[in-house]
C-alpha cells in the first residue's frame, strides 16, 4: 500500500510555550516567517502524501485560518500590485485540501491520533508532530516513505539523544535490521514512554514522525490511560508491536525541538542565517554582538 495521507496532531496545550500560547497556537508561531506547522505540511506533502488531516482543539482556529482563503488579504494584495507577497499567500491556500477534527479535550497524544480513525480508515497514514521541525536533503518523512514502501510495516523515525535527556522521550528496545538502508534500520523489539535514564533499553529516541497500520486504531481504542489521564501514542504502540512487526529508522537530518523556547530560538537563529535575503545582513548582526 502507498502512504496518502499525513495526520498533524495539534490540539496540545503548548504549556511549555506560555504565554505565547495562551491564546495562540504553538503551531501557529513563525520560524522567521513561516508557521511552523506549515513546515511539516510541506515535508508531507514532499514526500508524497496528497491529503492532510489536522487534529485541532479549543482555540486553535488560527491554524484553519492559515490553510484558507483570505479574500480581504488577496484583494487588498492585488490593489496595491503586492505581486510576489500575493503568490506567497496564494501558495498555501492553494497547497492542498485540509481536513480537521476537534479533539474536545486535550487527553494525549494518542487520543487524538484515534480521533483520525474515521478520516484515515483502513490504510496507513503518517503522523507528524509538528513541533519537531527537521531540516534535511530529503525530507525525514520521504526517507520514511522508502523504508514503509520496502516493508509495508510502521515506521518511527528514531535519534540518539546522550545522557539525561532521554527521560523526556519514547525509548526503544532494538535489534539491528537487514543492511538495506545503510544500517540506520532496525527491528523494534520494546518500547517504554519516558524512562529514568537508568531504565531506558537504548540511547534511541522517538521524534515526531511515525508511519502506522490503521491496525494502531484498535490498540489504541484498547489501551489504558496512563500518568495524568493522559492516553499515550506509545502505549497503543506497544500493542501494536504484539501483532505486526515494527521498524525504527534513524533519519538523516537535524532536528529542532521548537515547542520549547531554546529549540526555538536556536531553529529560528539557524534558519534565518540559511535564508537568502536575510542571512547575510543577520550573520553581520551576530557578528557585531558582544556575546
Ligand atoms: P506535547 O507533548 O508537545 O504537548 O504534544 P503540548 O501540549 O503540545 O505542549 P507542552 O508540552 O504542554 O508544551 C505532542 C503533540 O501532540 C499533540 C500536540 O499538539 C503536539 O503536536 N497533542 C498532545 C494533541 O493533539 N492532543 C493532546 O491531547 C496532547
Request: aromatic share 6%; net charge neutral; hydrophobic share 40%.
Amino acid at each position: 500500500m502507498k502512504l496518502r495521507k499525513a495526520v498533524f496532531p495539534a490540539a496540545g496545550l503548548g504549556t511549555r510555550f506560555l504565554p505565547a500560547t495562551k491564546a495562540q497556537p504553538k503551531e501557529m508561531l513563525p520560524l522567521v516567517d513561516k508557521p511552523i506547522i506549515q513546515y511539516g505540511v510541506e515535508e508531507a506533502l514532499a514526500s508524497g502524501c496528497d491529503q492532510i488531516l489536522i487534529i485541532t482543539g479549543r482555540g486553535k482556529q488560527a491554524i484553519e485560518d492559515h490553510f484558507d482563503v483570505s479574500y480581504e488579504l488577496e484583494r487588498m494584495l492585488e490593489d496595491r500590485k503586492k505581486i510576489d507577497l500575493l503568490k506567497i499567500v496564494r501558495s498555501i491556500s492553494d497547497m492542498i485540501h485540509v481536513a480537521y477534527v476537534r479533539q474536545k479535550e486535550a487527553l494525549g497524544l494518542g487520543h487524538a491520533v484515534l480521533m483520525a480513525r474515521e478520516l484515515v480508515g483502513n490504510e496507513p497514514f503518517a503522523v507528524l508532530l509538528a513541533d519537531d521541525v527537521i531540516d534535511a536533503k530529503v525530507p525525514c518523512l520521504k526517507q520514511m516513505v522508502e523504508v514503509f514502501d520496502q516493508t509495508q510495516c510502521s515506521v518511527l523515525a528514531t535519534q540518539v539523544i546522550e545522557g539525561k535527556m532521554i527521560s523526556s522521550y519514547g525509548v526503544l528496545d532494538v535489534k539491528p535490521a537487514d543492511g538495506r538502508f545503510g544500517g540506520r534500520l532496525y527491528e523494534i523489539k520494546n518500547m517504554v514512554e519516558k524512562p529514568k535514564p537508568e531504565d531506558a533499553p537504548s540511547n534511541l529516541a522517538i521524534i515526531g514522525r511515525y508511519i502506522l497500520t490503521p491496525a494502531i486504531f484498535d490498540c489504541l481504542a484498547n489501551t489504558q490511560a496512563g500518568a495524568g489521564g493522559e492516553l499515550q501514542l506509545t502505549d497503543g504502540m506497544r500493542l501494536l508491536l504484539q501483532k505486526e512487526k515494527m521498524y525504527a529508522y534513524v533519519y538523516e537530518g537535524r532536528r529542532h525541538d521548537t515547542g520549547d523556547k531554546l529549540g526555538f530560538l536556536k531553529a529560528t537563529v539557524e534558519f534565518a542565517l540559511k535564508r537568502e535575503d536575510l542571512g547575510q545582513p543577520f550573520r553581520e548582526y551576530l557578528k557585531g554582538l558582544k556575546l
